[in-house]
């Protein structure tokens, strides 16, 4: 067996320094990296700095992506009905019960309670999640309203008392719109 990487063997500190550091350079670099992470009293190659940082950088580029796909089938497609974290709930569900099978795992070694609790912790992070999204978008639309009622209020302000426009036909308006 291989022995472990010295990336791997680095104090908890240095090594959120090091991911940090190959995220910030770019995952290049590695000859100064090495040098940098002597300093600080490591001795780990540029190679093994390379072996580690090059999958860090594929899952940081799929997580990218993912992210990115996420957020455009959101805007394509807003979910306020949380249809999607539905999907993702019965998804999972199905996979674990997939998983379950396909391993032949006898079912006298399986903590059925646990399933079931994970099951619901799923669950119950796609109702917070869909509290969240309906929360924050009644938020925005009342943020929203709120500006919108201001600006009437202001340009009503600025309406000159001309052309049959008096202060108490304001007044009048005011009350109609809420903004008095």
């Known amino acids: 067996m291989a022995p472990r990487s010295k990336v791997h063997s680095l104090p908890p500190e240095l090594k959120e320094w090091l991911d940090a550091e190959l995220v910030k350079r770019g995952f290049g670099d590695y000859v100064q990296l090495a040098a940098d992470l002597k300093a600080r009293g490591a001795d780990v190659s540029k190679s093994a700095l390379q072996r580690y940082g090059s999958p860090f950088e594929q899952r940081m580029a799929q997580l990218k992506m993912a992210s990115e796909q996420a957020r455009a089938l959101v805007d394509a497609a807003p979910d306020d009905e949380d249809k999607l974290g539905s ?39 796609s109702v917070t999640h869909k509290r969240f999204s309906m929360e924050a978008r009644a938020a925005a639309k009342e943020e929203a309203r709120r500006e919108l009622l201001e600006e009437q209020r202001a340009k009503l302000a600025a309406m000159p008392n001309k052309g049959g426009v008096t202060a108490a036909t304001k007044s009048e308006i005011r009350k109609a719109l809420g903004i008095e």
């Open 87 to 125: 999907a993702v709930v019965r998804m999972t569900q199905e996979k674990i019960f997939t998983l379950l099978m396909d391993l032949e795992i006898d079912a006298k070694d399986v903590d059925v309670n646990k399933l079931f609790k994970n099951a619901a912790e799923i669950g119950k992070a």
